[in-house]
């Protein structure tokens, strides 16, 4: 529980599109890689047996900004990223442009400080060169070290409270998946034979397409047809109803409680439920793939 406490302090919810304005992204990106899903592991330094895990998915773009949907301890909450001239921003600046060992910045009530630069940091999830070090400082007996690793972002974090967090996987994201709507449809291996046969209502993850085929990972395939349906992943609320809108913008309905509504894409925020019907991205709002 207080590793769960902390993470979400941490990692403050946002999702106000307007908050971040469009601007051009300096040369070295630390933002995180979208095309990855990340796995992190949260313990307390004085017991690191103690493990939690956390995830880490992209969900899709609001007002030029990244937006990452996050589970952890059983619960779930999205922030949003952008990097412009100005530095690394999300709730508060976490990098600030240009890079320059010790250049400061306020961050609510604490200061931010670049300690050094071109740093190599081990993780259980590889070696990661040329991190950014910075700290930031609360009070005199409270300190978080945080490192910052380019195309990934935040890789590991001391707190001064005594818990780290730290990247542990970084794998290929699927970005939807593909619902066999009917028996028999056959699935193939990277040399074009016949590998199994699918059953109807399957939903193979879905790692990249071509015209005529989603590959559903390793090379194997399936051959898209009116038998097959691409979708992205699903929404729902384990806590409250979800509002489906019409193209006109409108209230179509609203959903049960736990119903999954299945999504064809992300839109200026909105996750696209089919024929221009959508739902607006919120707090409470769950996406799985």
Not at 135 to 144: L, R
Not at 165 to 185: C, D, F, P, Q, T
Request: glycine share 8%.
């Amino acid at each position: 529980m207080k590793n769960k406490i902390l993470i979400m302090t941490l990692f403050t919810v946002l999702l106000v599109s307007s908050l971040l304005p469009n601007a051009a992204a300096a040369s070295t990106s630390f933002l995180m890689n979208t095309k990855k899903n990340y796995t992190y592991t949260v313990y307390e330094q004085k017991n690191k047996h103690n493990r939690s895990s956390m995830t880490a998915t992209f969900t899709g773009k609001i007002n030029g900004s990244d937006l990452w949907y996050y589970k952890f301890a059983g619960d779930f909450f999205q922030k949003l990223y952008l990097q412009d001239d100005y530095g690394l921003e999300s709730a508060y600046t976490e990098l600030k442009f240009p890079l320059v060992k010790g250049a400061e910045w306020k961050k609510d009530n604490a200061t931010a400080r670049i300690i050094s630069l071109n740093n190599t940091v081990k993780t259980p999830a590889g070696t990661f060169s040329n991190c950014v070090l910075v700290e930031t400082t609360y009070n005199a007996s409270n300190k978080d070290v945080a490192y910052y690793a380019p195309g990934h972002g935040l890789i590991k974090l001391q707190s001064g409270s005594g818990v780290t967090m730290e990247v542990s996987k970084i794998e290929n994201a699927h970005y939807g998946r593909v619902l066999i709507k009917e028996k028999g449809i056959p699935m193939y291996n990277p040399k074009g034979k016949v590998h199994r046969t699918l059953a109807k209502g399957e939903g193979l993850k879905v790692f990249k397409e071509n015209a005529s085929s989603y590959d559903v990972g390793g090379g194997y395939y399936v051959k898209k047809s009116k038998a097959t349906l691409f979708y992205t992943g699903f929404v729902y609320s384990k806590k409250q109803q979800l509002d489906i809108y019409a193209p006109n913008g409108k209230l179509h309905r609203k959903t049960r409680v736990g119903e999954t509504i299945r999504v064809y894409g992300f839109e200026n925020g909105h996750y696209q439920v089919g024929g221009g019907y959508y739902i607006p991205a919120d707090i409470h709002v769950q996406y799985d793939r």
